[in-house]
């Protein structure tokens, strides 16, 4: 999957938040409905304008994000 064939970053388009090229729908937007569970099925029922490798796209997008950015450990919890 090459998400750069997919994926944009536009400062006049939601501040500038990657998206999927030639839509308003934030990659961030996607996750996030991944992570509530929702189902390919639901999100391309929901954002007509999405296809399967557009969602395969935003997620390969975040893998390499995060790849490349530092670790950021987190305190231990206190008791």
């Excluded at 990659?27 to 099925?41: A, C, F, K, Q, Y």
């Excluded at 893998?63 to 206190?78: H, K, N, Q, T, V």
Aim: aromatic share 8%; net charge negative.
């Amino acid at each position: 999957m090459v998400w750069e064939n997919y994926v944009e970053r536009n400062p006049d388009v939601l501040a500038g938040k990657p998206v999927i090229k030639g839509t308003r729908v934030a990659v961030e937007l996607i996750l996030e409905r991944l992570g509530d569970g929702w189902s390919e099925t639901e999100l391309l029922a929901s954002f007509p304008q999405l296809k399967p490798e557009h969602i395969r796209a935003a997620q390969a997008y975040a893998a390499a994000a995060l790849a490349s950015d530092e670790l950021i450990l987190f305190p231990e919890p206190r008791e």
